[in-house]
């Protein structure tokens, strides 16, 4: 079974055509024969006439005085052998060859033609025949004029092969033509794949239908309906993450509270505020993988929205996040300094770019030992923005480092953290059309974390 489109379309043209020019083919052979036979016949006919005419009373006695003109009807470049014989109805011959076979059935009334071998060459013979009378006698007279067959072949493949070689060679066009017309005629196909085939998870704008020929438009608008399926699938999947952080947050925030207040009150039983700092610590921990989960499926669901139009300013951004990590730098000592350039712009989600630089800050902080130094940097080459976390900490092995961008992939062994922070800055770089990697510091010393972003274009 063919299985491409362009063979079977092939197959189904060539196929029947092939036979059509089969079937005319012999037709027009059969009435190129027709026509060389009737053309040799009169030609035969012609001579024996000729030949007849001349065959008279002499003395009593029929007697026959073939001129050469009878014969050279026949003359051709195809060097045909002429034989005839001249015989009377009593037997006698008048004149030709005596061994030339004479025909199955003789009618007088009309001459008859016929096949037959002389001299072992097949030949196309005439015998006709005719009464002559002389004084109140009458005696019959038969012509039998054979010829060898090389014009008549001549001249049906001078009829049939032009004719032959005229529809061959349209078989051979048609043949070389709509294999070439097909792969033009299938590109907008072609096209079409290869614009489903690239499209990223995210975009889900309707394909265009206006250059495509009409054949492929229901396939078009089917694609379309399911895109808008889909879209409208991921808007009830954002909507949903957005009202499930609303719900969540807020009596997780609550019990952290309760729990806080809780085990700062004056509790006698030790194993009592023991037991209320624990629940105090998960409810935290809760809290706060809560919220990294959340995170991470927004940007995530981000990135199968319409794309972003608001203009956010880095620099600004990431001043206030560092500003909100001052206290917790502050209690391991460390540094934190920043370098940024002014005014920086990408496209994009405030919170979730804000929730990218805390993850960085927040790692860089958690991870460098006490003493350490952390440095934000933003800056602008062109059209890109580079953000960079360096710190002078631990930095990450080589093997881990492939794997950190991965949820709930930890390198460190400490209960605080959920594996999600590297992912969630990944997920929101992507679905801002960036990239981020990390690396060692200059001589291999602790971490640098670098995220490029598109630069904002109005
Ligand atoms: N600046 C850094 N220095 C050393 N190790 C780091 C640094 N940043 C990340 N890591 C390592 O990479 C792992 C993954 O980091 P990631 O931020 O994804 O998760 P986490 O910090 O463990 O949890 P979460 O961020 O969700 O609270 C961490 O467990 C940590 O071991
Ligand atoms: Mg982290």
């Keep these: ?69 009878a014969l050279e009807l026949f003359e051709s470049p195809w060097k045909d052998h002429v034989f005839y014989k001249v015989v009377t109805s009593r037997g006698r011959l008048l ?34 025949e005719r009464r002559l009378y002389d004084s109140g006698r009458a005696e019959r007279v038969t012509v039998i004029v054979g010829k060898t067959r090389a014009s008549r072949e001549a001249m049906i493949a001078s009829l049939w092969r032009p004719q032959l070689l005229r529809q061959w ?17 299938l590109r907008p196909l072609m096209k079409l794949k290869e614009e489903v085939a690239d499209r990223e998870p995210a975009q889900l704008e309707p394909i265009c239908p206006d250059p495509l020929p009409s054949e492929l438009r229901p396939i078009v608008d089917a694609i379309n309906q399911c895109i808008a399926r889909l879209k409208i699938h991921a808007a009830m999947q954002r909507q949903f993450i957005a009202d499930a952080a609303h719900q969540l947050r807020t009596p997780l925030a609550l019990l952290t509270t309760q729990t806080q207040f809780a085990s700062q009150c004056d509790a006698r039983d030790p194993a009592l505020r023991d037991a209320l700092n624990g629940v105090h610590r998960t409810s935290r921990k809760l809290a706060e993988l809560t919220s990294q989960l959340l995170l991470l499926a927004q940007a995530e669901s981000m990135a199968s929205s319409a794309p972003v139009t608001t203009r956010v300013d880095l620099a ?32 994009g989600n405030a919170g979730l770019l804000a929730s990218l630089v805390a993850n960085l800050i927040d790692n860089a902080i958690r991870y460098t030992q006490a003493g350490g130094c952390v440095t934000a940097r933003c800056r602008r080459d062109r059209d890109e923005i580079t953000i960079e976390v360096a710190d002078n900490g631990p930095g990450i092995p080589a093997e881990a480092r492939m794997h950190v961008f991965e949820r709930f992939y930890r390198v460190a062994t400490d209960p605080e953290g959920s594996g999600l922070g590297l992912a969630i800055v990944h997920q929101v770089a992507r679905s801002h059309g960036g990239s981020v990697k990390v690396a060692p510091g200059a001589e291999q010393v ?11 274009r109005p």
């Design 1 to 69: 079974m063919v299985h491409s489109l362009r063979a079977r379309l092939l197959l189904w043209l060539l196929g029947p055509l092939a036979v059509f020019v089969v079937v005319t083919s012999g037709v027009s052979y059969d009435a190129a024969r027709r026509t060389a036979d009737l053309v040799q016949d009169h030609a035969l006919l012609n001579s024996a006439r000729t030949i007849i005419e001349d065959v008279d009373w002499d003395g009593g006695a029929l007697s026959a005085n073939i001129p050469p003109a």
């Design 169 to 185: 060679l349209m078989l051979a066009l048609v043949g070389l033509l709509v294999p070439l017309g097909l792969t033009l005629e």
């Design 446 to 456: 602790g971490l640098v974390a670098t995220v490029r972003l598109p630069a904002w």
């Design 316 to 347: 600004e951004l990431i001043s206030s996040v560092l500003e909100e990590r001052v206290q917790a730098a502050e209690q391991r000592d460390i540094d934190l300094g920043a370098e940024l350039d002014e005014h920086v712009y990408v496209g």
């Design 95 to 128: 004149g030709g060859v005596p061994d030339l076979p004479s025909p199955a059935a003789n009618d007088a009334a009309t001459p008859v033609f016929y096949d037959s071998t002389y001299g072992g060459e097949p030949i196309r013979a005439v015998a006709y």
